[in-house]
Structures are given as structure tokens and as C-alpha cells.
Antibody, heavy 120, light 108 residues
């Protein structure tokens, strides 16, 4: 069974930093593209960042470019998101998501999410 | 970028009724790479339909997807209490896809 468990969320002041982690199990982590998707309170879903199987290629939504950095450790089956220069509009639940192996950007398994609150 | 517009924003129905949710794309979706996700309150989204009409593992056959090109539909034939949730459509494929804004199916 696929399991994705996020951690690292919390309350941070504007301009601060936070590092999210996702521990993956139940599948061959190194064979799957991984994503972070966020959901602001009461709002819809938004892609944040993605990383290729070997970690070489990454994607960021324009609003987080230069502030967020995605990485992965295929030995430890861990996905990370380093967030800096945080803004109030980064407040959201951040989900760690596994991409389907056959279809790009099809999100077949989601973690339970970790809440990031940016506020003074 | 393909923009997905879902309608209605909210659907108020009673258990046992049929739900019809629409997802309209600003341009044709290639290969019918259109997915639906179900999100129950306090839970993460869950893949429900992909390829416009293929049900994901674990979902009963009262859920069905249809459509092609620009117009797609999610139908729940007879609503069960556990089906009241928010449903999102998503375009996926070779480039970052997009999500619709969601349709909330609520108990009338």
C-alpha cells in the first residue's frame, strides 16, 4: 500500500523559512515523479513543485520560483520542499503526491497533507 | 495553458438522486487526458477517474466519466451519503496540467 506522510508544517512569520518532508513507502520511490500540491483554506488545488525520478529536472509554479526548492533522496525514500521568504499567501495545506508511472501529471496517491500558516 | 471551468459550483441533491458535474476546457484536451478527483472534508483528494472514463481502484460503478474534446462529465448515478464531497477535474499530460475550481456536491 502506498503511504506518503508529510511533516514539517507549522506557523511561521512572513519572510521566514520552513522545510517540509515527505516519507514514502509501499512503492518504488525512485521510479516515480513526485509533486507538491497545495490548497489554501477553502480554496482549490494548486501545483507547487515537481521533481523527476533522478532529481535532475524540477518544476515550480511561477509564484514560488526563487523561493522554494524541491529535492529528493532516493536512498531514504524522502521528498523535501525547502520554503523561504514565505508570504501570507503561501498559507495552505501542502500535499506530497505521487505521479502515475504511465501518465505525466496524473496524481494517483496523496499524503494527508501538512498545514503551513504564514502569519505575524 | 488549458483553463478548466467546472459547473455548477455547488450541487444540492438528496441521497439516491443522480449527480451530473461538468468540466469544460478552453481548448481540446488531447488523448482525453482528463481526470477527476474526489475530496471529502478534512481529507486529501483521491484520484477517481482518469482518461475521462476509467475508474480508479476502489470506486464503485455508480461513478462514471464521459466526454471528449472540450466537454467532460462526471456522473454519480445514485448518491450515497459518502459521496457528498468536492470534485475537481484536472487536465494532465506532457506539460503541467491545470485543475478546475471544483464542484461541491452537498446534501439538500
Amino acid at each position: 500500500e502506498v503511504q506518503l506522510v508529510e511533516s514539517g508544517g507549522g506557523l511561521v512569520q512572513p519572510g521566514g523559512s520552513l522545510r517540509l518532508s515527505c516519507s514514502a513507502s509501499g512503492f518504488i520511490f525512485s521510479s516515480c515523479v513526485m509533486h507538491w500540491v497545495r490548497q489554501a483554506p477553502g480554496k482549490g488545488l494548486e501545483y507547487v513543485s515537481s521533481i523527476s525520478r533522478n532529481g535532475v529536472s524540477t518544476y515550480y509554479v511561477d509564484s514560488v520560483k526563487g523561493r522554494f526548492s524541491i529535492s529528493r533522496d532516493n536512498f531514504k525514500n524522502t521528498l523535501s520542499l525547502q520554503m523561504s521568504s514565505l508570504r501570507p499567501d503561501d498559507t495552505a495545506i501542502y500535499y506530497c503526491v505521487k505521479e502515475d508511472r504511465d501518465f505525466d501529471w496524473l496524481l494517483d496517491s496523496w499524503g494527508q497533507g501538512t498545514l503551513v500558516t504564514v502569519s505575524s | 495553458e488549458i483553463v478548466l471551468t467546472q459547473s455548477p459550483a455547488t450541487l444540492s441533491l438528496s441521497p439516491g438522486e443522480r449527480a451530473t458535474l461538468s468540466c469544460r476546457a478552453s481548448q481540446s484536451v488531447s488523448n482525453n487526458y482528463l481526470a477527476w478527483y474526489q475530496q471529502k472534508p478534512g481529507q486529501a483528494p483521491r484520484l477517481l477517474i482518469y482518461g475521462a472514463s476509467t475508474r480508479a481502484t476502489g470506486f464503485p460503478d455508480r461513478f462514471s466519466g464521459s466526454g471528449s474534446g472540450k466537454d467532460f462529465t462526471l456522473t454519480i448515478s445514485r448518491l450515497e451519503p459518502e459521496d457528498f464531497a468536492v470534485y475537481y477535474c484536472q487536465h494532465y499530460g506532457p506539460s503541467p496540467g491545470t485543475f478546475g475550481q471544483g464542484t461541491k456536491v452537498e446534501i439538500k
